[in-house]
T-cell receptor, first 115, second 116 residues
């Protein structure tokens, strides 16, 4: 079974600084997708960024970028120029191409942004 | 595009009662997923529908749980004879499965269930 591990239960960053959240996963598949979702307190889960495993180029979305290392099964999220609104739980998730494509989530990392 | 909606947002019930939650997906999304999220954990998959067909159920989905998606539009999740261990956030997500493309799931705000 696929598993997703987020080894940092909590992280903090100063406003305007850069922070990196770690994620590793375990799978024997070659075609899959990886996601980072953000869940602000008492608000719904929203997609931050998505990476297709067949793409070598790391995905970027404005201040958010990933470091995807397929051989190492590592998928970290870098947030640049951190803003107060970035404070949230961040979940790394995996799904497999084909079939139900259900998401397998890590336990999350709580990010605090200090002014 | 009004997003995924869920109703109710909060539900408090007594142990042994039945509860039903509703999810309205993004229109024209053909896939709908239910997840359960307990405190301090990531969401866990419960079940999913492609159109009106329920194609996969997790082992987490005991026989007290049932889900439907009549006509491939909204979905309901019913829990019978609720137990305190059912207390959790129940999340719904929808996606469009197109040819040759992996889907991105969009989540609703969730229904928080508290069983007393």
């Amino acid at each position: 079974a696929q598993t997703v591990t987020q080894s940092q239960p909590e992280m903090s960053v100063q406003e305007a600084e850069t922070v990196t959240l770690s994620c590793t996963y375990d799978t024997s598949e070659s075609d899959y997708y990886l996601f980072w979702y953000k869940q602000p307190p008492s608000r719904q889960m929203i997609l931050v960024i998505r990476q297709e495993a067949y793409k070598q180029q790391n995905a970027t979305e404005n201040r958010f970028s990933v470091n995807f290392q397929k051989a190492a099964k590592s998928f970290s999220l870098k947030i640049s120029d951190s803003q107060l609104g970035d404070a949230a739980m961040y979940f790394c998730a995996y799904n497999e191409e084909g079939g139900s494509e259900k998401l397998v989530f890590g336990k999350g990392t709580k990010l605090t942004v200090n002014p | 595009d009004t997003g995924v909606s869920q109703d109710p947002r909060h539900k408090i019930t007594k142990r042994g009662q039945n509860v039903t939650f509703r999810c309205d997906p993004i229109s024209e999304h053909n896939r709908l997923y239910w997840y359960r999220q307990t405190l301090g954990q990531g969401p866990e998959f419960l079940t999913y529908f492609q159109n009106e067909a329920q194609l996969e159920k997790s082992r987490l989905l005991s026989d007290r749980f049932s889900a439907e998606r009549p006509k491939g539009s909204f979905s309901t999740l019913e829990i019978q004879r609720t137990e305190q261990g059912d207390s959790a956030m129940y999340l719904c997500a929808s996606s469009f499965r197109g040819r040759g493309l992996g889907d991105t799931q969009y989540f609703g705000p969730g229904t928080r269930l508290t069983v007393l």
